[in-house]
């Protein structure tokens, strides 16, 4: 019999994280007027004046620019910036992910330089994972680093790399150049690199989204020297790192809550008293959210306790991707109308934006097949 690996406690916000959610709210308030429909836009002003009030690099030490707060806290402000469609995207990477890794495995000379700047928004980090021709199976990435005298020399190229073309920094993921021998384990040579994307030799080129907009790029590396202070980590352990580092990407309420404001436009077409069709399919999604949101506390909890819950986010990543597809599918069941991105109504509006933007959510975070693989061999069933 096989004995799962995982664990969804239920775990209950304490009191600071429950006042602060009013505090939250009243913050966003204030600035209603750069609130959207998805968090993917990008502010610098916005996350700057989040900063100030000390919600970036909550959990981390003060030491190194952060607050010590609960990763509870954290998770209100998260959660209620995602609701409102805040512009998080200029802080957002560094915040939920890089941060943490550099933290985890960067040198003090790193944490001392990345961290403060990224707790002040002032920083932004973009991240270099996904390839051409092997998508989220990073394990088979080409992208190569070539030791040389004071540092590194990369070649290759990355795509799917969101705000890559604002970003000040990159942590990028390639492998060290073997010599020539067949490789026999898929892991080895992984190392990743703080990556300054204003060095010679990187060229940026955009991805546009069905939507016509800039969010994607594609980022081509020829001959790039990173010194050897930016090689975060050890040499080798790059697959350690980046799982440790999508944890934090997958485990976020984000990966569930993007298409909320889709969610509460439909509980208001649909009025007090819906039919019972209606009401038995609104009902699944509400339902399917507050499970989806109480296992994304159980992984705060363990995130709190210093946890890795590793298997854990991959299945509410999982999870989420399909529960954000299957909103607009029931949107256009329950209220048929014709998609149109300019229209003046905000459900038509919504429901056109919702449409083209479901197919990325089965792609950022890891695609739903690589995400299944973690699952089983975390259940041991390979």
């Known amino acids: 019999m096989v004995t799962p690996m995982f664990r969804f406690d239920p775990v209950e916000l304490p009191p600071e994280a429950l006042a602060l959610r009013q505090e939250v709210r009243a913050f966003i308030a204030e600035h209603q007027d750069v609130m959207g429909f998805f968090r993917s836009s990008f ?16 959990t981390w030490p003060k030491q190194y620019g952060g607050h010590e707060r609960s990763a509870f806290e ?32 960067g040198t003090e000379e790193q944490k001392r330089f990345f961290l403060p700047r990224i707790a002040a928004g ?17 394990a088979g990435t080409r992208t190569r680093a070539v030791k ?22 990159a942590i990028l993921f390639c492998k060290m150049a073997s010599d020539g021998q067949q490789e026999v384990d898929r892991h080895a040579g992984a190392t990743q690199f703080l990556l300054d994307l204003k060095t010679p030799g990187i060229e940026i080129r955009p991805v546009i989204n069905l939507l016509g907009e800039h969010h994607f790029n594609e980022i081509f590396l020829t001959d790039v020297f990173v010194p050897d202070s930016l090689l975060l980590g050890k040499e080798g352990n790059g697959w350690n790192q980046v799982t440790s580092e999508l944890a934090f990407e ?28 209606t009401a038995a399919a ?16 159980s992984i705060a ?11 854990e986010s991959a299945v509410v990543k999982d999870l989420g991707t399909r529960y954000e597809q299957d909103i607009p599918v029931v949107a256009r069941q329950l209220f048929p109308t014709e998609p149109e991105l300019e229209a003046v109504e905000t459900y038509v509006s919504m429901i056109a934006r919702s449409t083209m933007n479901a197919p990325r959510f089965s792609i950022q975070g890891g695609t ?7 699952i089983a061999r975390g259940l041991g069933l390979r």
Not at 123 to 130: D, E, K, N, V, Y
């Open 43 to 58: 502010n610098r002003d916005f996350s700057k004046a989040m900063a100030r009030r000390g919600w970036i690099g909550m």
């Open 74 to 105: 954290r998770y209100v402000v998260i959660e209620e910036m995602l609701v409102a469609g805040a512009p998080l995207s200029a802080h957002y990477t560094g915040d939920r992910q890089s941060g943490p890794n550099i933290l985890r495995f």
């Open 122 to 138: 002032e920083l932004t980090f973009c991240i270099g994972m996904s390839e051409p021709n092997s998508g989220s199976d990073l």
């Open 148 to 169: 040389v005298d004071g540092g590194y020399r990369i070649n290759g190229s990355k795509l799917w790399t969101s705000n890559a073309h604002r970003a000040d920094y």
């Open 250 to 277: 997958r485990s976020a309420p984000d990966r569930f809550l993007v298409l909320f404001q889709m969610l509460r436009e439909m509980v208001r077409m649909a009025g007090p008293d819906p039919d019972k069709a």
């Open 282 to 297: 609104l009902g699944k999604l509400i339902s399917q959210l507050a499970t989806l949101r109480s296992m994304s506390l």
């Open 301 to 311: 909890g363990m995130l709190q306790d210093g946890l890795q819950p590793n298997n």
């Open 368 to 374: 739903r097949e690589i995400l299944r693989g973690i």
